[in-house]
């Protein structure tokens, strides 16, 4: 009997220092979303209202009794900083009816929502938000162009990410894009006058017109965002690479807009997306949307969200293919491997711009267009600064970010070989997939892959 209960001590434990292990394993926060969007869109009244029912699920070890949310959109809509145009909140409940209270934080980028209970270790939650859109005059990417034309990126609410260092509420930079969110589902169902065509991220499930308004069902899997444009005439092209379908949307009103023009575009989507799929992996998508950016001028940026980019036409052509090999590139380094843009944006646009560099490559025109050379000399403006910081943080956002973060890592290349380099990049984008990755865990696989040493290449440009 002794050893016996002293066989049973032992196993108690044994038992206490497992759970407490596995409990200090899990991370204390982490959260699970998924989306269900339900919206009219009214050009011709300049808004959108919409439903949105985000389901959240307590992965961590820890309860909690708020939950945070962004709304990028209000901080796309230019620089214009007014109140009109932004999307806002009108209410809020949860799954049984309760009113929630929600704080709204900075311009509405960031909303805090007091939770009717805690949500606990293993719970679910379905909020259901009531939230209108005043669409503004289109200024960069977000808004109505003159001609009517919409663009939506980023509009709804999606859960703010809750990491080691808890809740992402840093305010969004002055440079960069700033997001940080985590892959999930989305589910989007929209009313439109019939007079307009959508593009969406998502697949396509249904469309039916029924008195004057189409109603568009999309589905969009593990992205990062959604994203809706509209416009009456859309020329639409299609491609097709590896399993994907390449979907084209331009309008050919817009400022730089030929038929010409968007053939171009379309083949270098093509052939970028074929190489990164041989190189990286596999682009796990249906469908990839190309359009125009609705405002013909460079104040309306190259952009890329997950499964729809936009180029600008007015740029010279040489321009508009390594801005679609780079915005091709983002469905690698942002959509599939996410980071934090605000802390690390070089990890989502060093690399896209180093793919750039590796395409044209892979095309064999460099002669033409010395790639490598003008990203050294850029580069080299930004001399002994590391790569690897916030983006208001680097003395010159494109210099050191784009610029010197592509040389970094074709400098890493050159020492260990193209080959073994590739294959450490496939690695990384098969580990982090649909994840989030950091420096330092691009830098664990980096060692993981190679015997040579690269401490000095390291040390010369990563904090
Ligand atoms: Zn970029």
Known sequence: MKTRAKHYCFLLMLICVMSIWGCSSKKELSFEAAYAIDADLNPEMRCMTYMETIEVINTGSGSTEKLYFHIYANKFKGLRQVEDGDIAVLSAQDQNGNVLQWQREQDGVLYCVKLAQRLKPGQSMKLTFACEVLIPDLESMYGISRDGDVQLPMFSLQLAMCDENGWDTAPLPKNGDGRYGAAADYDLIIRVPEAYVLACNGDELSRKTDGGITTYTYRAEKRRDIIVFACKDYVLLERTAGNTEILGYFNETVD???????????????????????????????????????????????????????????????????????????????????????????LDEGFSEFAVGLCLDAEGNTDDFPFWELKDIAGNGAEGEKVNVPCDEASNYQWVIYDRGAMFLKTLMDAVGQEKFLSVLSDYCQKYRYGVATTESFLEILHEGTETDISNVVAEFIN
Request: charged share 15%.
């Open 256 to 346: 730089g807009v030929t038929r010409q023009r968007m053939e171009y575009v379309m083949d270098c989507a093509a052939f970028s997306l074929e190489y990164f799929n041989n190189i990286f992996v596999e682009y796990p998508y249906d469908t990839l949307v190309v359009t125009n950016s609705a405002l013909g001028t460079n104040f309306s940026p190259n952009m890329e969200y997950s499964g729809l980019i936009t180029i600008l036409f007015v740029s010279p052509q040489i321009s508009m293919k390594t801005n679609t090999f780079h915005e091709v590139a983002h469905q690698w380094f942002y959509s599939l491997v996410g980071n934090d843009e605000n802390q690390e944006p070089w």
